[in-house]
């Protein structure tokens, strides 16, 4: 059974803070994805991986960096926390493309920016 | 670009009755589709996918959903709704190796 685990379901953090999100698969997957999920605006895409040292923006990367050291680790970092980015934030790990493409996501830490 | 537009952010069924949520799409290319569920507290869940195999796509939980090119849309139906369908439901689409691109979402309620 695959596994999306994401370091922490809650978090509150005070504004300034440097905050890291941690998301960890088991299955060898190639591609990771970090997205956050607003009410009324569904999910949407920060950053993500297609491979080890690999990154790309998504459609909201303003304020977020991520990480990529090893093949089963996707980290989301917040340099510099602001209350705008009180959010749920989504990661989810990838198997395949088209007609065999699998896509799995981890419970979501909801984070409190004070 | 892709765009998914999911049409009615809450939809309230009473148990038993028909479930339909609309889900229309725009690309260049063609699409593959996809509908996930959201109970609360939980993650996202795939329901089924879309990949061109068959325009009726038979998913879990007794869900279906029809691709209909010439309507841009693919519409998630179930027959019968129970009270455990209540969740968030999320249509999104990408093509080959892109990242999926999500709708808005529409919470599905169920009243008994």
């Known amino acids: ?17 440097k905050v890291f999100l941690e998301c960890v698969q088991d ?7 970090w997205y956050r999920q607003d009410p009324g605006l ?6 993500f991986s297609y491979d080890v040292k690999m990154k790309e923006k998504g459609d909201i990367p303003e304020g977020y960096s991520v990480s990529r050291e090893k093949k089963e680790r996707f980290s989301l970092i917040l340099e510099s926390a602001s209350t705008n980015q009180t959010s749920m934030y989504l990661c989810a790990s990838r198997t395949g ?14 984070l409190l920016v004070l | 670009a892709q765009s998914v537009t999911q049409l009615g952010s809450h939809v309230s069924v009473s148990e038993g009755a028909l479930v339909l949520l609309r889900c229309n799409y725009s690309s260049s290319v063609p699409p593959y589709l996809f509908w996930y569920v959201q109970y609360p507290n939980k993650g996202l869940q795939l329901l089924l996918k879309y990949t061109s195999a068959a325009t009726l796509v038979k998913g879990i939980n007794g869900f279906e959903a029809e691709f209909k090119k010439s309507e841009t849309s693919f519409h998630l139906t179930k027959p019968s709704a129970h009270m455990s369908d209540a969740a968030e439901y999320f249509c999104a689409l990408n093509s080959g190796n892109t990242p999926l691109v999500f ?6 309620s169920v009243i008994a």
């Open chain 1, 1 to 17: 059974d695959v596994k999306v685990t994401q370091s922490s379901r809650y978090l509150v953090k005070r504004t300034g803070e």
């Open chain 1, 27 to 33: 299955m060898d997957h190639e591609n990771m994805f």
């Open chain 2, 103 to 108: 709708g808005k979402g529409t919470r599905l």
């Open chain 1, 42 to 47: 569904g999910l949407r895409l920060i950053y």
């Open chain 1, 97 to 110: 493309t088209g007609l065999r493409e699998t896509q799995y996501f981890g419970p979501g830490t909801r």
